[in-house]
């Protein structure tokens, strides 16, 4: 009878701590908030067009908030809009919590907040909710609008060569008719929202598909998964006949790592540097494009934006690009030569915030004057640089050499000079 009971007993013990624990995750997940984009806008029956600032491959939004005008950056790959940690707009009404997403792929539980009614050119929406994320922007960036403005129901024009950008909530605004060639060039797609922001089907090279995000907060014109890389590349490499076009797609290896998410860097591995012929996006194709590989998801970046508009329409789900003529090789084929330069150097933060050398492609000058990856730059001109944001910070000057002293991780140190903005 004792083996009975003391068997009773340890079945009952197990039911409780079973029970306990579902109740602390019901806790927990009743903690999390909800994806929501039930903010008001102030108009009804409304096109309104903002005036935006195009400066180093992104775009930026004058947005007004209790009076004082800030700049915040214009992400696509943001599902919702952004504040950071330790501003004034960080201390709102908490609006629980949610599960972020960042450009590496690693997620995060972070607080929401919910924002006071924020000004868009003429528009005022009120019941905005904001994640609050830790810095990672230079200091003159004050937030970050995301996907939740088309979420919400609005559509969305970003035209970079007028330096503007469109909202509307009229159904067929974007429908009006325009010329006949004007329509013949605009690609759309329909875009897949995952995570709550927009994908779209691409072809790189070969004849393959690759779904990419369209994330205006990467400056990059392309970027792809590396697995996936690896993937199409070996299938390409099995057809004798395209051995020698997939030898060109190649234009050098390195470890290394470039992607900075919200919570941290990209993991170290190995990264392809990619020269594409031709990159086809709906039925425009892009020519002579410099490519990454990532750790990370594959995306389109705001790059995109300096040859053509981009417009969201939610009701469809629908993207458009329409090409900006001056960028068109030719009058009767839709291609658009990108001839960008490959990315040479990219800095990232090491474990104690230092700005430290994450990648750097071996033809490229950086390499040729002496930076390797894993370098820490301790100085510029012989002044100290104490962290990764004093490093974002410091003012270059176009045109003019620096001193960078760089400490290698075997702790040997030497001096590089650099023109780090070139001239043109």
Not at 214 to 231: P, Y
Not at 404 to 421: I, N
Request: hydrophobic residues 40%; charged residues 20%.
């Amino acid at each position: 009878m004792s083996d009975k009971w003391t068997y009773r007993r340890m079945m009952v013990r197990a039911l409780l701590a079973l029970i306990t624990y579902h109740m602390s995750l019901i806790t927990s997940m009743a903690q999390l908030g909800r994806y929501k984009v039930d903010f008001f806008v102030s108009e009804s029956d409304f096109a309104d067009s903002i005036v935006i600032e195009w400066t180093n491959g992104q775009v930026y939004v004058p947005v007004t908030i209790e009076g004082r005008t800030m700049r915040f950056l214009l992400d696509t790959g943001a599902s919702q809009t952004v504040v950071f940690q330790g501003t004034s707009l960080a201390n709102g009404p908490h609006a629980g919590g949610i599960i972020s997403h960042d450009a590496t792929g690693r997620t995060d539980t972070v607080p929401m907040v919910l924002l006071p009614p924020v000004q868009i050119g003429g528009l005022l929406l009120t019941g905005m909710r904001a994640t609050v994320q830790p810095r990672y922007l230079p200091s003159t960036v004050d937030g970050i609008l995301g996907f939740d403005l088309v979420n919400g129901g609005l559509s969305m024009k970003i035209d970079v060569p007028a330096r503007q950008l469109i909202l509307t909530d009229r159904k067929r605004h974007f429908e009006t008719p325009t010329p006949l060639r004007e329509r013949q060039w605009e690609s759309k797609l329909t875009y897949h929202l995952n995570f709550h922001v927009p994908y779209i089907d691409i072809v790189p090279f070969g004849r393959r598909a690759e779904r990419v995000l369209f994330d205006t907060g990467s400056r990059q014109f392309f970027s792809m998964n590396k697995s996936h890389f690896d993937d199409a590349f070996w299938r390409l490499t099995k057809r004798l006949a395209m051995r020698k076009i997939a030898d060109s797609i190649v234009e050098g290896r390195a470890v290394g790592r470039h992607a900075i998410g919200h919570f941290g860097v990209e993991p170290l591995g190995e990264v392809i540097f990619l020269h594409l012929d031709d990159l086809q996006i709906g039925t425009s194709v892009f020519t002579n494009v410099h490519a990454l590989t990532t750790q990370g998801g594959s995306h389109i970046g705001a790059s995109l934006l300096e040859y053509g508009s981009v417009t969201f329409i939610p009701r469809k789900r629908q993207f458009i690009f329409q090409p900006a003529f001056s960028s068109l090789t030719s009058h009767f084929l839709p291609q658009i030569d990108v001839a960008n330069r490959q990315l040479e150097i990219a800095f990232v933060a090491d474990a104690l915030g230092r700005p430290e050398v994450g990648l750097v492609w071996e033809q490229g000058v950086p390499y040729r004057l002496g930076f390797r990856q894993g370098d820490i730059i301790e100085q510029i001109d012989h002044r100290p640089v104490q962290s990764m944001a004093q490093f974002l910070r410091w003012s270059f000057q176009r045109g003019r050499e620096y001193v960078f002293t760089l400490c290698s991780p075997q702790g040997k140190r030497r001096d590089v000079s650099w023109v780090r903005l070139r001239e043109n």
